[in-house]
């Protein structure tokens, strides 16, 4: 069992910046997706940015590209997203998440093949 504890989220005003943090109780495998989903009251949850071990392959939903950067620290078992130029629509609850699928963040018919999920942290932006 992997747990997940994210961190870093916050209210921030338009064009500011936050940096999630999720670090996983152990390490996750040598082929192993971490990466964020956020939900919006209201809305569908949806894939953000993913990132494979090595950071060879990586995912950003159209929304974000450009802004956010996703990375990771496989020494610390730690994956990052910072968030630059935040907009109101950023606002929602994100998690982290960490899956042998690459395709759960990208479609959401896949999402059931997420194989573990933080709790949660929040970000709201305001204008």
């Known amino acids: 069992q992997v747990q997940l504890v994210e961190s870093g989220g916050g209210s921030v005003r338009t064009g500011g910046s936050l940096r999630l943090s999720c670090a996983a109780s152990?390490?996750?495998?040598?082929?192993?997706?971490l990466g964020w989903f956020r939900q919006a009251p209201g809305k569908e949850r949806e894939g953000v940015a993913t990132?494979?071990?090595?950071?060879?392959?990586?995912y950003y939903t159209d929304s974000v590209k450009g802004r956010f950067t996703i990375s990771r620290n496989n020494h610390v078992n730690t994956v990052y997203l910072q968030m630059n130029s935040l907009k109101p629509d950023d606002t929602a609850t994100y998690y982290c998440?960490?899956?042998?699928?690459?395709?759960?963040?990208?479609?959401?018919?896949?999402?059931?093949?997420?194989?573990?999920w933080g709790q949660g942290t929040q970000v709201t932006v305001s204008s």
């Open positions: 998440a960490a899956s042998w699928s690459y395709r759960a963040w990208s479609a959401k018919e896949f999402q059931a093949e997420i194989d573990y």
């Open positions: 152990k390490y996750t495998g040598s082929v192993y997706y």
């Open positions: 990132i494979n071990t090595d950071a060879s392959v990586t």
